[in-house]
């Protein structure tokens, strides 16, 4: 993998738990050389990754729209940054740059983000892999609930497996590199849920 992406929160909540998560996540990145791409923000969760990843020497390219640079939370120093449009047009740039995402703790933002794209890989259109950096269990709640649709027959059990989750940096981006997807199986040949 060459470069992955971040979705996380433009704000923090001081957990030290999570602060060790994304040094521990730079470091993994910058020892494998794989580029960050992600919001493009100077704020929260976005730059503390940022930060942590320059201040290693790796590589970032942030994806912001317009109207958040206007409101002058873009991060000015890192590698690369483009200014887009609007959210769809960053959402899909960050997801053209990359191969593969995780999902950091945030908040509604961060949760559009990961499903539109998780979507995208259900419907094969595209074939990153996409994980969870479940820090201190945050994710919890939201893992039960993709068990319940699938417990519901709303999910098909293949494509919850697409969903790689550890609390651990350095694991999950190995399940990342490992996974072999083939999204023809996971959506369009067995339409059948049980």
């Known amino acids: 993998m060459r470069s992955i992406c971040i979705f996380c929160g433009?704000?923090?909540?001081?957990?030290?738990?999570?602060?060790?998560?994304i040094e521990t996540l730079a470091d993994v990145?910058?020892?494998?050389n794989i580029k960050m791409v992600?919001?493009?923000?100077?704020v929260g969760v976005m730059g503390l990754i940022a930060d942590a990843m320059l201040s290693r020497g790796g590589g970032v390219i942030g994806v912001i729209p317009q109207f958040l640079m206007d409101k002058e939370v873009g991060h000015m120093g890192i590698?690369?940054?483009?200014?887009?449009?609007?959210?769809?047009q960053r959402k899909q740039m960050m997801n053209d740059l990359c191969d593969g995402i995780i999902m950091l703790p945030g908040g509604f933002g961060t949760l559009e983000e990961f499903f539109e794209v998780l979507t995208w890989l259900q419907l094969g259109l595209h074939n990153n892999p996409v994980g969870v950096l479940n820090v201190s269990g945050f994710y919890d709640h939201l893992l039960k609930q993709?068990?319940?649709?699938v417990e519901q027959?709303?999910?098909?059990?293949?494509?919850?497996?697409?969903v790689l989750t550890s609390a651990d940096p350095a694991?999950?981006?190995s399940l990342m590199e490992n996974i072999d997807i083939k999204p023809d199986e996971v959506w369009f040949k067995d339409r059948n849920l049980t």
């Open 146 to 149: 993709m068990d319940v649709m």
């Open 79 to 88: 590698t690369e940054l483009h200014v887009v449009d609007n959210m769809h």
């Open 171 to 173: 694991e999950l981006v």
């Open 10 to 21: 433009a704000n923090f909540n001081g957990d030290p738990l999570l602060k060790q998560a």
């Open 153 to 162: 027959r709303f999910l098909k059990p293949a494509n919850r497996k697409l």
């Open 29 to 32: 990145f910058v020892a494998k």
């Open 38 to 42: 992600y919001g493009g923000g100077k």
